[in-house]
């Protein structure tokens, strides 16, 4: 495991990897208390003091949150693991970041949770229900139907500024939708490996109920497709 440069960050970050029931909200967006944070953020880049200072001043509610919980930058590549030990987490909770990846890049991610989950432990994956968006699309009474809007190809505010678009290519922020995740074909793909639940819903899950109401959002289940894998032992 690589620590975390801020050497207060790196003292919350491995002390909590220290312990039993450890979580991983991979993909976090903003940290989460009682969870192990992972993103490819610019913000997660930042050391504690700026969080800090920023938090002072009142001018970034979200560096209060970086006080709060310990986190991490970095991004998947494939062919490259995780920075956690075989058999070492619980559950990783992973929403709205399947979508934003290549679809060649799914499988070996499944490979590493699997690898640092622990036998029993359980992926939980919300992705955006893009067939419903592209079944409400075709509903349209004009012949042009803007996929930028409608399935969130590319948001607006990308298209709107060249750029917006150009540090997005630069730096890999994941934030137009690449992937269309076909929930019922998982099992079919992953079965040897994990076991699947389908057709999930807000805080319907096999993970902690009290740790997972502190990271799952129903605005974030709403107009999703929810669903799990154990790993098998």
Sequence with gaps: MEPNSDVTGRRVWETFMDDADAYLNFGAGDP?????NFDPSPLFLLPRAVHRTLSALGSSARSRRFLDAPYKWGRFARGRRLPFADGSLKAVYCSHVF???????????LDEFHRILEPGGVLRVIVPDLMAAAEKALESTTPWVSLDDSLGTLPAEVTRSRLRAALEGLFGFPSL?????????????????????????YLES?????RLERVESQDRCNAARVFELTRKP
């Design 32 to 36: 989460v208390e009682g969870w192990l």
């Design 99 to 109: 979508e934003h990846l290549p679809a060649d890049d799914i499988p070996p991610l």
């Design 177 to 201: 939708h690449k992937t269309l995740v076909l929930e019922h074909r998982v099992a079919e793909a992953v079965g040897d490996m994990w076991e699947v639940r389908t057709g999930l819903g």
């Design 206 to 210: 096999a993970i902690d109920g009290p």
